[in-house]
């Protein structure tokens, strides 16, 4: 009985670790906050998911983007470009996703700022 008991274990233990982690869905629409050098800056940013492909678009006071990157687990990768008066800044945006929100930062090579969303 004891053997049995341990083999169960042992064979719940394997099939635990061997589970792939399960994928996080960021598709949709999202209520984001950029809180930057100037202060907080409303977006949307609008996602589309296949597997763990990432793209979609980033709408703001700047105009709308093209975002692309990856998920894997919770966690996200973006990059997009923005036109900020003729000179293009390349940005990185990572963030950690928790059900219907999301925390992260972005980064735009000369300084970063945190952003939070949430799901509409």
Do not use: C, H, Y
């Amino acid at each position: 009985m004891t053997r049995t008991f341990a083999g169960v274990l042992a064979l719940l233990f394997a099939l635990v670790v061997a589970a792939p982690a399960a994928q996080t869905n960021v598709a949709g629409a999202w209520d984001m906050t950029i809180n930057g050098p100037q202060g907080a800056m409303e977006t949307t940013m609008t996602l589309t998911q296949e597997g763990d492909t990432v793209s979609g678009t980033l709408d703001g006071p700047m105009g709308t983007v093209e975002i692309a990157g990856a998920v894997a687990a919770n966690l996200m990768k973006l990059a997009f470009d923005v036109d900020a008066g003729g000179t293009i800044i390349s940005i990185t945006m990572i963030g950690e996703v928790n059900g219907a929100s999301m925390t992260g930062s972005l980064d735009f090579g000369q300084g970063t700022a945190d952003f939070t969303a949430k799901r509409k």
